[in-house]
């Protein structure tokens, strides 16, 4: 089913592809007017991570959500395909904008700063989708617009929490905020495969009867 729904092309005309298009648009503008402009590589690194992120955050959005519940086709694969056409998406787009920006780094910063942003942009993404899932869990059939304010609050709780830093330029700070960073990844990733659980779904107990 997988490979019909990739084959005939419903998959990708289900998918919301304005907020895509809106984030591409919006990071090509930026980086023709930062033009010739990278000496705050972390920061303008950050902005054009968010503007992706934004856009990634309206993948699961499903108008027949409905109508899959009743097939036998699990909601994990539903979804997962889903994330992976926005990943399709996601990670050429942010590999060009890395290879735009981080020459301009010195060279023995050029790793941290590249894997360190891509964490970020990690975490950020599968926080949003982590979101999403329970959203449409919960009965949303189009929870991409929570998405947008959950992110911003985030953003704004990890910059204003001094004790433990997270939106930091290089420097001391660096990997302790990413391992934070880390830690969040993977807790939004237990969220997400929480939520992907069908919903007529039960664990399995141990010592149950045959």
Do not use: K, N
């Not at 090509?28 to 590589?41: Q, S």
């Not at 950020?124 to 929870?143: L, N």
Request: charged letters at 15%; one cysteine or more; aromatic letters at 8%.
């Amino acid at each position: 089913m997988a490979r019909e729904l990739v084959r005939s092309g419903h998959l990708v005309r289900s998918l919301r592809l304005a907020p895509f298009a809106t984030s591409a648009a919006a990071v090509a503008a930026y980086l023709v007017v930062r033009l010739g402009d990278t000496h705050d590589t972390v920061g303008d690194l950050r902005v054009l991570g968010l503007l992706l992120a934004l856009g990634s955050g309206y993948a699961l959005d499903d108008s027949a959500a409905i109508t899959l519940q009743a097939s036998p086709y699990g909601l994990a694969r539903r979804l997962w395909l889903r994330m992976a056409c926005a990943v399709a998406v996601v990670v050429p787009v942010w590999a060009a904008v890395l290879a735009v920006y981080l020459p301009s780094a010195p060279a023995g910063d050029r790793w941290s700063l590249g894997l360190g942003l891509t964490t970020e942009l990690a975490a950020t993404v599968t926080v949003m989708w982590a979101v999403a899932a329970w959203a449409r869990r919960m009965g949303f059939d189009q929870p991409g617009i929570i998405t947008t304010p959950v992110l911003l609050a985030s953003l704004l709780l990890a910059a204003s929490i001094p004790q433990a830093p997270m939106l930091v330029g290089f420097g001391r700070e660096w990997t302790p905020a990413h391992l934070r960073w880390s830690g969040i990844a993977v807790a939004a990733t237990c969220a997400l495969v929480a939520a992907m659980r069908d919903p007529a779904a039960r664990w399995a107990t141990r010592g149950r009867p045959q």
